[in-house]
């Protein structure tokens, strides 16, 4: 009988799955699409989100505004 720790049954097909991503680093290759996703997750978007962040920087002034008054700097 096949089984684990205690009263739990392996799943063949989850244990071929784990397998496959603990080794996934040996059969990795930069594929077109792999080198896209790489390109937009690592500069692409981490620079798109710096933009909005310095372009949105002291836009607004929250200290010291009274009712009415704009909030733009």
């Not at 680093?25 to 962040?53: C, D, E, M, N, W």
Request: glycine share 6%; aromatic share 12%; charged share 25%.
């Amino acid at each position: 009988m096949a089984a684990g720790f205690g009263c739990v049954k392996t799943d063949p097909a989850i244990e071929r799955f784990n397998k496959m991503r603990e080794n996934v680093y040996k059969h990795f290759r930069f594929t077109p699409r792999a080198a896209v996703q790489s390109i937009v997750g690592l500069v692409v978007f981490p620079v798109t989100i710096y933009l909005i962040s310095s372009t949105t920087d002291n836009r607004y002034n929250w200290v010291g505004k009274r009712k009415g008054e704009s909030l733009k700097a």
